[in-house]
């Protein structure tokens, strides 16, 4: 054994480890030392080693390969002396006792001339195997051949002829001493010494040479005649059996872990074998095949074609591989390119141009690739050897390998591979011993078991012989390349980047993992993965633990096979490990001889786990699966889809079946089925079973029974289509997603550029899909509501709005692309349904055979039309998004519109119904009930399983699928005439079938269940149906229920009695109505087999009752696959039957007992399964779950009056909407169907919290009950009871779906996502319980990628940022299945169509004049038609000073002469109506409107300009200082001037200061494209949402605009405005109202208006010729008017007003040009009204007030001011002001102006609070709370002191002028100011200005005085002149008490007004916010 096993004690490592051991104790405070064994057996070998000794690790090699080919260009292997196999064996003896130097052997020098190149003997003859195995030698009798190994050429053996009594006998005995052997290459015979022949054959050794080392193997010629490697010859006692029998010694080797990642990305030592050129375009030789040991498989009958290997000569394909590090297609890359390999990740199963195959699903068989593999270094005692030694060797060329793990090509059924003469292809191509596995002989017809081998860590063997019995799979391969991975990776995932598990631990790790899946699981990459994890994190805790001192020892290679075999000890036989020294070829021929010598008796383990502790390479393992089970599983998940698929068909094609076939041609008795049925159909003659409303045993003729008629069931009728609240909130997240994209400022949709909206669907190739969608929008009625079909005609047209995945689509796309580019100005929608199915490239399509639909939707959905059309939107919809959710989608994460999730009871009682999805599911299983509703049939799959072992080859979906055809067909016997076969069919069918046929016989309507049979193959399928319907007919069962092939590519067919039955049932259909979707088939008592690759998403009815996936088997191990087939049975259930919390069910009793328990114990939902007393049983308690229903209505009825009877239980994806007072359910007949789109219930989506729920919608009318099966009871449930569909699970899909525990998701989430995606990493977190779908989707974004054939792969990262590029116009709605995403994106589209309507509107007042009673009539006629006043009669109109502004009704009235008339109670009361909505009408936008920044398009683009993220400095900010003298001090204005409008400006000769703005001239001629006026906007809180782009109202043209903000807000509307010239008010105005920025907006353009005067009267300009007007206007005017009377000829009706749209420019171009207009002080335009007549135009100008929008001539006013105090009113204030000095204000009536009703900001009220807040929920606080006694301990407020006054006084008119209330004849005198006192008051106002123009006062006796800060203009004369009532009020506001005391001593109020202390009042302001003050009194 030698001394250096690992294990062995020598007594002075005992004592040394003793010693330390007893050390550490006494030393040790807290740490428990280790025990001294563990020491012993888990310490690495201590033993010193010198640095010769230790091998070097993977990456010095890798780096050394790489650098020796950089060098030379070809790869050197000179000194490189790699270690033959079984020199380790044989070092082990010679060296084990003695340590001394090995005796150098020097080697003969070759003669003069002759050829020294390795693997040639000396005459230049090639002795490669690999070139020799086609070859015929010819060999003396009595000689052998047999392969050398040379230590230069690893990879090689060489061909020798030797006389075989010199070699040993089959015991390792017996061979002659000495050598005799002839070289077969020059064919030089009769070497005698084997020194002379090592030296022919340029073996060029070291050592001595002796036979024993060198001679390695026999040669056998394979039944094709290929020379390949056979057994090892055994020299000394058969060593090599032993070794894999008994441990070999292992030697001490350093515990350098070979698993530290290499820098270059290969992550265990493996290489990619391409050398990647620079063009990988590879020329035909290169692409051809070399196979040597490949038989010609198409012709071995043993071999099962879908494992065949299929190899195709490929030029071009081959080269995208070559490219990718690939290869594929069996083809080889040339070795000689002078670029170093690629280090890609090695994969044995890359499938043809798919992702590089980091994929543990990738199908693959044998690979011959062009993988390269270095020994590592040789033995100690070779102390020459350095890695990079630099002699070069010429005319080498890189080992090429012959058959390799090949990756399976997409053609299963390729030709048969060529047997190509493998002469001169490439330079001659040595061939490795020792790495070669020879599969035996019909290793699959002996075992019956086709091994699969997993790849694990290291090198693979090569393999040779019957290759296609075995099956190579690198499931698990990625599970042991730890990736390199980001530090914030690794932070998530807990890990250190330093912790990485060495190949022992993973090698443990694997053996465990296999231990504990047991006998009935599969390995599971992922289940694997989260092992590795978890491995990891411990070890990164660990190693944490341990920083302090001591370090943590890992596994040494040493121990490695004594703790495997520890840890395999426990699995009772399942798992066997076994160690070999070499090579893992070994213990991999060791397995497979095992097998094929195995008797069937014995009983072979599961797996056994092949490892090779080599010294040279480190540990290398691989697990070969033996398990029956286990073996074909995997084999079986290998495959895609389409590829079992076609494996399948092939299979029924070929006649394999023949054998599976005949044995189902008997019946499990025994009996020939098919003379059994035709001795049935004899015995029962020509009648029938009677269809409905009878027993089994009742028989008709086929007339009577084609003629029965069922009673009309009306629940159907009438089919209205409703939306319920969950899709209306998915359509609006839609629209808010889509506004978002239009938001974002990245110019990629303009809303407000379209008015229409259109749309198309594209769904899969399903033709139910392609009608059902149709369906859904014909009863939407969305085609009509777009606007874009009649409604007669919508019916007919819809076709053209669906589109199928088929070949016809290139037409029809291209139909509708003409239409999106044809109306620019309609939005289209592109609808992609359910677009997870078939998402792969039209590249890979191209490569594909046979598939047509691939590469459809990718050409479709990605084409560069859909990508660059601007007004398309694509919208893709599916229910398993996953596919879409990769690191390369194409789907930004920010567009994806995901299902609500309802989380709490609370949030689901407003629906009735609930859905029911995959988790419900999953969670029924925890309810307890003894029939639940996701089963799995035990007895089923035990008989599948003996069949599986009987028939090896065949596909297992094939033998499921003839299994349960025998099912159903016996169980159908059974149940009408052999009841011997009963306890022959799984109580499961038994059970299904029984209530299938027996439910149409109970009632009179003849409704029965719908059972679903789902069968992926065609071909199964076609036979599953004429093999049932078959048996149907011969029993006499063909008017009883119907068998329907429900295959994607074709319609829905039915026979004529059932569609007459069903057209009863409906009512009113039309006579040629058939069936065309599933749920046409409500009610019909049906089998639907259902075919094809996926379910497409159709809709199945509510008498869905079962669903069969028993076929759904360990094919299906993606989560797409899985989930989509459980997906069939998703549906909404009621929700009436759902009581909080019910305790857990038990179906057993007779009586259902309502226990329910308090509310809050449990918080899951249970379903109340309550029902009548069984009155009937006739089913023996064997036959499983049956329940018998026997209920008659009149028992029901009886049952409803003692206790309520459950409601019916929803049965399908259809659920329905119910009339309330259903729960009665016995009759239903009053009930709609309120269908829905995807299905009919509300929606209630949460498919991870909503609880499983009964459903209650009565779905048959009369007596008949809908039973579930409930335990194996007889019993009836109540009627219309229904459930969700029972789903039949096989035990694969059952262990993944229903293995769920405490609530987290099914481990099918933990699955792949889709085929076509990979995972990025196997180090990723898990999917926890929790995810929401949006969080499952950043998941998925994260750690997955598209793998080559998807059509996201070319989807590559923008190489600059490294950001995958999004589409901005694509979304993707995701949803569980069936829960209505259709009627939600239906609903999308409508509300889109609305948005885009309403964005064309604008919702403006309409409100008609007030006050229009008491107006001054204008004396002076006018002539109608003048466009612009003559000032000369103008100014002899009287100013009308009534306030006729609708905005004012709620103001005080102006006190005019005519006032006085009016009847006092005129004024309505409207102290209700303070908050009153105002008026306001929609009107469409037109082409002159004024916008808001959310306005985008073309013209205006420049104009917004937010291109460049420098644009903010482009604007430059200059300071404005004037003196005010209203202000009495300087005030300093800012303005920011963008660089585009600097020309409007004047600035100093240094540029830098700014000294005016340009003014025009009064002199300038009109010019179209002018307009002279700036335009001031003062604007506050609508930086957004002010109409602030005049681009369009000014046509375009260059104006000058200015916006007056207030200093903190001004950042908000620099960013949204970034081109206006701003105007900053100063900081003390931040509080202030409007009157503050009219009144400096004014300010200073006087200010300017003079400076400009000044700069031009330089110029020689006269000063009164400098322009004065400025335009000040709101920022809510949207659009303008013009108006003109159409003359009417008959008098006396009224001529009628025409009014057109006009621009901004041509109103203020218009006004410009009045006549003498410098004599106006104000000129203004009306207010628009619906109810403008021409009434109210007959005079075409006014002299009144005007509003909103003016003409300032700013040079005329100069003396009148406004307020700038005020908040409200300040333009009636300013407009009287204005009128009483004498001067001109003209309204223009034939413009009108619209404004448009903006919800925020504006002169909106402050929130006025309390200045200290006491407590958060403070009572709002009443207007008279704004004033207070001085120095009271009043709440003071926060609010500045005039808004609270004015506040104040607008709701005090009772408090303060009680004798105005309602008395207009008396009005309040207000002297030089307009406040608004309330509405009940009228205000005569007063200027005390000399010469100033009053309303007539004579007579007038006044009810009060209202003095606001007046100044000394007002003096006691003045108020002498007045008469007040007896009584009248006086206020009188100032700015302090000082001045107000002044004031009442001034005026000599105390004369005729009497003043108490107590009415001297204040704001409620705190001191040091300026309080106003007030004093009132009395007159006297």
Known sequence: MGNSYAGQLKSARFEEALHNSIEASLRCSSVVPRPIFSQLYLDPDQHPFSSADVKPKVEELDKDLVHRCTQNGSLDFSNTLTVNDMEDDEDDEEMSDSNSPPIPYSQKPAPEGSCTTDGFCQAGKDLRLVSLCMEQIDIPAGFLLVGAKSPNLPEHILVCAVDKRFLPDDHGKNALLGF???????????????????????????????????????????????LSKGPLICWKECRSRQSSATCHSIKPNSSVSSTVTPENGTTNG??????????????????????????????????????????????????????????????????????????????????????????????????????????????????????GSPLPQPGLVVPVPTVRPLSRTESLLSAPVPQTPLTGILQPRPIPAGETVIVPENLLSNSGIRPVILIGYGTLPYFYGNVGDIVVSPLLVNC?????????????????????????????????????????????????????????????????????????????PGQLPWLARLIASVSQDLVHVIVTQNSLAEGISETLRTLSEMRHYQRLPDYVVAICASKIRGNEFCVVVLGQHQSRALAESMLTTSEFLKEISYELITGKVSFLASHFKTTSLGDDLDKLLEKMQQRRGDSVVTPFNGDLNEYVSPQEAAAMIPTQNLDLDNETFQIYQPQLTVARKLLSQVCAIADSGSQSLDLGHFSKVDFIVIVPRSEVLVQQTLQRIRQSGVLVDLGLEENGTAYQRAEKYVVRLDNEIQTKFEVFMRRVKQNPYTLFVLVHDNCHVELTSVISGSLSHGEPSHGLA??????????????????????????????????????????????????????????????????????????????????????????????????????????????????????????????????????????????????????????IIRVPSVQLAMLAKERLQEVRDRLGLQYRFEIILGNPASEVSVATHFVARLKTWRGNEPEEWIPRTYQDLEGLPCIVILTGKDPLGETFPRSLKYCDLRLID??????????????????????????????????????????????????????????????????????????????????????????????????????????????????????????????????????????????????????????????????CRGLHAALPPIVILSKAAYSLLGSQRGGKLPSSSSLLPHADVAWVSSLRPLLHKDMSSEEQSLYYRQWTSARQHHADYSNQPDPNSGAWACHPRRLLLTGPPQVGKTGS??????????????????????????????????????????????????????????????????????????????????????????????????????????????????????????????????????????????????????????????????????????????????????????????????????????????????EGISHLHLLVVKEYEMPLYRKCWPNHIMLVLPGMFNNAGVGAARFLIKELSYHNLELERNRLEELGVKR????????????????????????????????????KNVSLKSVLQHIEATPKIVHYAILGIQKWSSKLTSQSLKAPFSRCHVHDFILLNIDLTQNVQYDFNRYFCEDVDFNLRTNSSGLLICRFNNFSLMKKHVQVGGQRDFIIKPKIMVSESLAPILPLQYVCAPDSEHTLLAAPAQFLLEKFLQHASFKLFPKAIRNFKSPVLAIDCYLNIGPEVA???????????????????????????????????????FKFLKGATLCVICQDRSSLRQTIVRLELEDEWQFRLRDEFQTANSSDDKPLYFLTGRHV
């Open 1114 to 1275: 360990s094919s299906y191990l993606t989560r797409t696959a899985l989930e989509q087939e459980v997906g069939l049975a998703c549906c909404y259930v009621s929700k009436e039957v759902i009581r909080g919390s019910t305790v857990a069910l038990d179906l057993s009793g007779k009586e259902q007992e309502r226990t329910t328990v308090s509310e809050n114990e449990s918080d899951e939902l249970l379903i109340d399964l309550e029902r009548p007393q069984s009155n009937s049983s006739a089913v023996t308690g064997t036959s499983g779950s049956i329940m018998e229903n026997g209920v008659s209505s009149s028992s029901a009825a009886d049952k409803s009056q003692k206790q309520p009877l459950t409601p019916s239980f929803q049965s399908s994806a259809n659920s329905v909407g119910l009339d309330e007072g259903v729960s009665t359910g016995t009759v239903g007949t009053g009930e709609t169907l309120k269908q829905e789109c995807d299905s009919l219930g509300p929606p209630m989506a949460s498919s991870t919290t909503s609880k499983p729920s009964l459903a209650s919608s009565s779905s048959s009318s009369g007596p008949r009950a809908l039973p579930w099966p409930g335990g194996p009871v007889q019993g």
């Open 1385 to 1594: 994106y239906l609903q999308f589209l409508r509300i889109l169509f609305r948005m885009l309507i309403r964005l064309l509107e604008v919702d403006v007042y309409d409100e008609g004049e007030i006050n229009t009673d008491h107006s001054e009539s204008s004396e002076v006629s006018q002539s109608e038609g003048e466009p612009w006043p003559d000032i000369e009669s103008f100014s002899k109109i009287p100013f009308d000073i009534s306030v006729h502004d609708p905005k004012y009704s709620l103001m005080s009235l102006v006190y005019t002469e005519k006032l006085a008339g009016v009847k006092q109670e005129a004024r309505k009361e409207s102290r209700a109506e303070e908050a009153r909505k105002r008026a306001t009408v929609s009107m469409m936008l037109t082409k002159y409107a004024a916008y808001n920044t959310f306005h985008h398009c073309e013209q205006c683009h420049q104009y917004m300009d937010f291109t460049s993220a420098s644009q903010m400095s482009d604007s430059t900010l200059h300071a404005f200082t004037f003196s005010s003298s209203m202000l009495g001090e300087e005030v300093q204005l800012y303005f920011i001037i963008p660089k585009s409008k600097e020309s409007h400006f004047v600035f100093s000769k240094q540029g830098k200061h700014l000294e005016s703005m340009r003014l025009p001239l009064v002199s300038d001629k009109q010019n179209l494209n002018v307009v002279k006026s700036p335009i001031f906007t003062p604007s506050s809180g609508r930086h957004e949402h002010g109409l602030l782009n005049l681009f369009h109202a000014m």
């Open 858 to 1011: 990718d050409r479709v959905i990605n084409c560069r039309e859909v990508l660059e059309a601007f007004n398309l939107l694509v919208l893709q919809v599916s229910s398993f998004p996953y596919t879409l959710q990769t690191q390369q989608s194409r789907i930004s994460s920010s567009n994806e519109v995901h299902w609500i999730q309802l989380d709490s009871m609370e949030d689901m009682s407003c629906e009735e119904k609930l859905y029911f999805g995959l988790n419900e599911y999953s969670k029924s299983l925890q309810w307890g009930i003894t029939s639940p509703l996701l089963r799995c049939d035990e007895t089923f799959e035990k008989m599948v399983n003996t069949l599986l072992e009987r028939y090896p080859r065949l596909h297992s979906m094939v033998v499921r699928c003839y299994l349960l055809i025998q099912q159903y067909s016996e169980a159908l016997m059974a149940l009408t005439t052999m009841a011997s076969l009963r306890d022959h069919s799984t109580p499961e069918t038994l059970s299904i079938m029984d209530d299938l046929i027996s439910s149409p016989g109970k009632t009179k309507s003849g409704r029965g269940h719908m059972l």
């Open 1664 to 1699: 009164q010729c400098v322009w004065p007007f400025i335009v000040v206007m709101d920022d809510s005017c949207v659009l303008w008017n013009i108006h003109s009377v159409q003359e009417q000829t008959s008098p006396p009706v009224e001529a009628g007003v025409s009014s």
């Open 480 to 556: 042991y390349k730890i990736p390199q991975l980001e530090n914030k990776d690794l932070e998530q995932l807990g890990l250190t980047g330093s912790q990485l598990l060495s190949v022992e631990n993973m090698i443990l790790l694997t053996i465990q993992y296999l231990v504990r899946l047991g006998p009935d699981q599969i390995p599971l990459r992922e289940e694997f993965e989260q092992i590795m994890l978890k491995a990891m994190q411990e070890f990164t805790l660990r190693e944490r633990a341990l920083q302090m001192g001591a370090q943590w020892i890992p596994v040494s």
């Open 270 to 387: 493996y290489k990619s074998g391409f050398i990647q050129t620079d063009s990988p375009i590879l020329s035909p030789a290169n692409s051809a095949i070399n196979l040597s040991g490949a038989q010609d498989l198409t012709r071995n009958k043993n071999v099962v074609k879908p494992l065949a290997l299929s190899l195709q000569v490929v030029g071009k394909t081959f080269a995208a591989d070559a490219a990718n590090g690939n290869s594929s297609h069996g083809g080889k890359n040339s070795a000689t390119s002078s670029t170093p390999a690629r280090p890609g990740n090695y994969s044995l199963s890359p499938r043809p141009s798919y992702a590089s195959g980091d994929q543990g699903r990738s199908s693959s068989i044998f690979l011959p690739s062009a993988t390269m593999f270095i020994s590592g270094p040789p033995k100690k005692r070779h102390r020459g050897w350095y890695p």
């Open 1883 to 1921: 205000i005569c106002y007063i200027s005390s200005r000399p010469h100033s123009s009053n309303v007539n006062c004579e007579g007038v006796f006044f009810s009060g005085l209202l003095l606001y800060l007046c100044d000394s203009f007002v003096g006691a004369d003045l108020l002498k002149k």
């Open 180 to 226: 005799s052997g002839n070289c077969i290459g020059c064919g030089e015979r009769g070497f005698r010494y084997f020194t002379e022949f090592s030296n022919h054959i340029n073996l060029k050794l070291t050592t001595q040479p002796k036979k024993q080392k060198h001679l390695k193997y026999y040669l056998v010629r394979s039944s094709q005649g290929v």
